[in-house]
C-alpha cells in the first residue's frame, strides 16, 4: 500500500481523502474494504521515513488546515524503483494492480511494458518450476507442490495477458482519471455504448 500511495503522490500532492477516493476508483469494489483511517497511517509512515512532506494548506471553511502531502526526492526514488521491481513471491494482484494504474495516472511508466517486465519474470520462474519437477525422481512428494507453483503461474500469467489486453485497448495512458460514467460518449469504449445512440 505505502509504494502504490506514493505512486499516486507522484501525480500531483494531495491530501488523505483524495488519495483515499482515487485507492477506492483504482480498486472498484475490493476498495470498499479499505479502513478509512488506514491511508492517514500509511502518511504518517511515509511522512516519518522521509518519503513525504506535509504542509498545511487552506481548505474548506470547515477545515481551515488542511494537510497536504508530497513526494520528497527520496519518495521520487522510491517510486522509481517499486516501478522496475518485478518480484512476484508472493503476487499481490491488487497492488500490481494500483501500480499500473498509479504509473498511468502519473505517466511514469508504460503499464503495458511494466506488464511485459512481470511477464518476462513469471516465464523464467514457471520454466524453473517445470525443470525442477523434471529433476525429482520418481514418487517424490515435491512434485505436487511443484505443480502447484506451476499451476499458479500459468493462472497468474493468463491474468497478465488480459491485463496487457486492457491497457492496450486504451493506449497505456488514459486521457484523464474520470470514472467512465463522466465520459462523454466519444470516450467511452465501445461495449458501453448503446447501438444507434
Known amino acids: 500500500m505505502q509504494d502504490a500511495v506514493l505512486a499516486m503522490l507522484a501525480k500531483e500532492q494531495s491530501h488523505g481523502y483524495g488519495l483515499r477516493a482515487r485507492l477506492r476508483q483504482s480498486l472498484g469494489p475490493l476498495g470498499e474494504s479499505m479502513n478509512p483511517g488506514q491511508i492517514y497511517v500509511t502518511l504518517s509512515r511515509l511522512e516519518k521515513a522521509g518519503l513525504v512532506v506535509c504542509e498545511r494548506a487552506d481548505g474548506l471553511p470547515e477545515r481551515p488546515d488542511r494537510k497536504v502531502y508530497a513526494l520528497t526526492p527520496a519518495g521520487q526514488q522510491r517510486v522509481a524503483a517499486w516501478l522496475a521491481e518485478v518480484g ?7 497492488e500490481f494492480h494500483l501500480k499500473l494504474v498509479a504509473a498511468s495516472a502519473a505517466r511514469l511508466a508504460d503499464p503495458i511494458e511494466l506488464v511485459a517486465a512481470q511477464r518476462r519474470e513469471l516465464l523464467r520462474r514457471l520454466r524453473e518450476a517445470q525443470q525442477a519437477i523434471m529433476a525429482e525422481p520418481a514418487g ?3 512434485v505436487l507442490l511443484l505443480e502447484g507453483v506451476v499451476l499458479r503461474l500459468q493462472a497468474d500469467l493468463r491474468w ?3 491485463c496487457e489486453r486492457a491497457w492496450s485497448r486504451t493506449g497505456g495512458f488514459p486521457d484523464d482519471d474520470r470514472p467512465d460514467d463522466d465520459r462523454p460518449d466519444d470516450d467511452r469504449p465501445d461495449d458501453d455504448r448503446v447501438e444507434g445512440v
Request: hydrophobic share 45%; aromatic share 8%; proline share 15%.
Open 88 to 94: 512476484w513471491p508472493k503476487p499481490d494482484l491488487a
Open 140 to 142: 517424490s512428494k515435491a
Open 160 to 162: 497478465l495477458e488480459a
